[in-house]
Nanobody, 113 residues
Framework: QVQLVESGGGLVQAGGSLTLSCAAS????????MGWYRQSPGKQRSMVAT???????NYGDSVKRRFTISRDNAKNTVYLQMNSLKPEDTAVYYC???????WGKGTLVTVSS
């Protein structure tokens, strides 16, 4: 059974930083594109960042130059380092595995002003 488990969410002041982790189990991690998405109440889920098996990255316009996605295939883990956080970054952040279409259950990030 494949599982994606996010961790690292919490409360942070505007301008601060958080690092999210997504640990995958039950599948071979290194061959899949991984992504982070987020969703706030009343808004559509949007792409935050993606990273291919080869390490190519893509970012949503609102997080470019602030967030960094990375992966450690040996640890079956993908990370999202979030810097210079803004209140509008407040959302539930979801880990996604492409090809299979798996989603984690999400971790809440709240940025106060």
């Amino acid at each position: 059974q494949v599982q994606l488990v996010e961790s690292g969410g919490g409360l942070v002041q505007a301008g601060g930083s958080l690092t999210l982790s997504c640990a995958a189990s039950g599948t071979i991690f290194g061959f899949n594109t991984m992504g982070w998405y987020r969703q706030s109440p009343g808004k559509q889920r949007s792409m935050v960042a993606t990273i291919t098996a080869g390490g190519d990255t893509n970012y949503g316009d609102s997080v470019k130059r602030r967030f960094t996605i990375s992966r450690d295939n040996a640890k079956n883990t993908v990370y999202l380092q979030m810097n210079s956080l803004k209140p509008e970054d407040t959302a539930v952040y979801y880990c996604h595995m492409f090809y299979y279409g798996y989603w984690g259950k999400g971790t809440l990030v709240t940025v106060s002003s």
